[in-house]
């Protein structure tokens, strides 16, 4: 690294990181080059292969395993490729193993040329140099919402929103009646679902969300009190065995006063009356996890006949199968955080306790605890770098390429085939090449000056597949937000119809390996800032007080004045030096590469920094 003077009044509080990282190790990551290529980890493209394979015929009687990947050396350099105007790139092999009943074969299997990331975080496709823009989504996992009814009735819901698979939606209606969208279709009662999961009588429900209590009065009077709450079990006479009063209902005056002559002196309570569980059950006509299971499937699929085992089937599919369900790592991380779980982040399926805790989440906002969600802030928005984005349409190409397998061996002699005669490379090399050629998020690469090469490596496109369009985005995730602070630039964005959903990442900022941007602050401990770099996202930092970088300090590195203005969420308050937690590392860690060049900044107003930011990149020597 060259020396670098720094005249500026305020020294940094670290190095400026090298800007093209967010295009080069996510690479790195994806294609794994550089470990034992049978010591690879289960991420990037070793993860798509091992989630494909093996490939099973239908009679499970022949296996196509998969062993390992190779990766070849390029035909020409990246000077020489644009000269030729041909790709740069590498030939992409896989070694498998087909398991038959006679014999075990191996063999090495080419599936095409894949485009090699340059030293300067491009890609040379037809001898033209583009750049994979990285897409800012709405992250996996669970939001809660509050909408207002018609009525003026505040509406809580919650979704599970999986990387991939059906979403699954619970809402309270207008009655407190809670109710559950199954892949934003059909909805059920949410009791009907918990029936189907297990939880089959009403008791078990009940049992969910709150405890019992046994009551043994030895007066009328002491009963009286019990007035209100809901019964565990029938409550039936000793004698006669008639039930007086139904589980999951209310005591009345009239009831107690029936139980009480019946001699009846033990009752089994709910501690707490859950009103919108009760009111759920109430309205659930089903009593046995057949009655549910049937009841969901004849809403989901109206029309097939119905069998009890097709119900179950189509249940596992929708939500317990990871071929057709996954959460993500980052969907996992997000649960755990939101709802104090402690599951693995390698369990990518649904489960039932997951389940159970959103409900439980959702009953807890409607008495007034917990938060609701904002989604635009940056805790449940994240970055898909290239390497994931490429991993997504590895996983599309190497999907068609089983089911092409599977046909194959369906139809012909599999003893005497070998496996590549299974595999179908070019299926996968078309959608590789479909995407680095036609994707929204592919572009050919700005070369106006240096400037607009570097800021074109790190835009974040909030359009593109899976994201919005300039049509449905409204004002709201086009805006500022105070999560942003030292993570996407709040001047640098294109003017007209994309301001706001295309941003470029601050100086300072990085993306960690769940997809959330981080951005470095400098430790302040009882009230003195540290040589300590700690980088956060935006969901831990809330959580903290963090001063500005332009906080008088002295020698020693304690604040000089009583009052140091700070942040907090959106909030701007003035802490005492004791109990601010961060500071900034630099003014300029708020801004982009671009709008960091121009000098004076703090003096400019905002809409013509955002000119300015965007002419130097048109700026020719």
């Keep these: 690294m060259p020396n670098r003077k720094n005249f500026a009044k305020l020294k940094e509080g670290t190095r400026i990181p090298y800007l093209l990282e967010i295009q080069s190790e996510s690479y790195r990551d994806f294609l794994q080059m550089d470990a034992p290529k049978t010591k690879r980890k289960n991420e990037g493209l070793q993860a798509v292969f091992e989630e494909v394979f093996p490939?099973?015929?239908?009679?499970?009687?022949?296996?196509?395993e998969y062993l390992y990947y190779t990766i070849g050396r390029p035909k020409y350099d990246r000077l020489e490729c644009q000269k030729r105007a041909v790709s740069y790139a590498v030939p992409l092999k896989i070694k498998v193993r087909l398991k038959s009943p006679k014999d075990t074969k191996e063999q090495e299997v080419y599936l095409g040329d894949l485009p090699l990331m340059t030293e300067n975080g491009t890609f040379i496709i037809n001898g033209d140099e583009r750049v994979v823009v990285s897409q800012l989504h709405r992250s996996p996992g669970v939001s809660f919402e509050e909408t207002l009814h018609s009525t003026g009735k505040r509406i809580y819901s919650g979704r599970i929103i999986p990387g991939r698979g059906a979403w699954m939606e619970f809402e309270f209606d207008a009655n407190d009646v809670l109710q559950v969208f199954i892949d934003r279709r059909k909805?059920?009662?949410?009791?009907i679902l918990l029936r189907a999961l297990g939880y089959e009588s009403n008791e078990d429900i009940m049992r969910l969300f709150t405890g019992v209590e046994r009551a043994r009065p030895t007066r009328k009077s002491g009963m009286l009190k019990y007035i209100g709450r809901v019964v565990v079990k029938d409550v039936k006479h000793p004698e006669t065995g008639?039930?007086?009063l139904e589980n999951n209902k209310v005591l009345d005056e009239v009831i107690i006063g029936k139980i009480w002559e019946s001699g009846v002196r033990y009752l089994e309570l709910f501690r707490d009356t859950v009103q919108e569980i009760t009111n759920t059950l109430e309205r659930d006509h089903t009593k046995t996890r057949e009655e549910a299971l049937l009841d969901i499937y004849r809403k989901l699929r109206p029309g097939d006949p119905l069998t009890v085992e097709s119900a179950r089937t189509l249940l596992e599919r929708l939500f317990f199968d990871k071929r057709r369900y996954d959460l993500t790592k980052v969907g996992r991380y997000i649960l755990n955080r939101k709802l104090s779980m402690k599951a693995s982040l390698s369990k990518t399926i649904l489960d039932k306790e997951t389940i159970i805790n959103v409900i439980r989440y959702l009953l807890d906002l409607k008495s007034?605890?917990?938060?609701?969600?904002?989604?635009?802030?940056?805790?449940?928005?994240?970055?898909?770098?290239?390497?994931?984005?490429?991993?997504?349409?590895?996983?599309?190409?190497?999907?068609?390429?089983?089911?092409?397998?599977?046909?194959?061996?369906?139809?012909?002699?599999?003893?005497?085939?070998?496996?590549y005669h299974l595999i179908n490379s070019k299926v996968l090399s078309s959608v590789i090449k479909d995407f680095f050629g036609r994707s929204q998020l592919s572009q050919f690469m700005d070369q106006t000056n240096p400037l607009a090469e570097m800021t074109h490596k790190r835009r974040l496109s909030a359009l593109g597949p899976g994201g919005l369009s300039r049509e449905r985005a409204g004002f709201e995730v086009r805006d500022v937000h105070h999560s942003h602070y030292g993570r996407i630039c709040p001047i640098e964005t294109p003017e007209g119809p994309n301001i706001g959903l295309i941003a470029s990442l601050s100086t300072y900022a990085r993306v960690n390996k769940l997809g959330f941007i981080e951005t470095p602050y400098r430790k302040v401990e009882a009230g003195k800032v540290t040589s300590k770099i700690d980088y956060l996202t935006a969901d831990v930092e809330d959580q903290y007080v963090v001063a500005q970088a332009n906080a008088k300090l002295d020698k020693e590195?304690?604040?000089?004045?009583?009052?140091?203005?700070?942040?907090?969420?959106?909030?701007?308050?003035?802490?005492?030096?004791?109990k601010i937690d961060y500071m900034d590392v630099s003014p300029k860690q708020l801004i982009s590469v671009a709008a960091g060049l121009i000098p004076f900044l703090e003096h400019d107003d905002a809409n013509r920094a955002l000119m300015g930011s965007n002419m130097q990149r048109q700026a020719v020597p």
Excluded at 384 to 404: A, K, N, S
């Design 242 to 244: 008639e039930i007086i």
């Design 187 to 191: 909805k059920i009662l949410s009791t």
């Design 368 to 419: 007034g605890q917990g938060e609701i969600d904002d989604i635009d802030h940056l805790g449940n928005r994240r970055v898909r770098t290239v390497g994931e984005l490429l991993g997504e349409q590895f996983r599309i190409g190497l999907v068609r390429m089983e089911r092409f397998a599977r046909d194959r061996m369906a139809i012909y002699d599999v003893d005497t085939m070998m496996p």
């Design 557 to 578: 590195g304690y604040f000089t004045e009583d009052r140091v203005s700070c942040r907090k969420k959106g909030n701007f308050p003035l802490v005492q030096p004791s």
């Design 55 to 64: 490939i099973q015929s239908n009679d499970e009687k022949y296996r196509l």
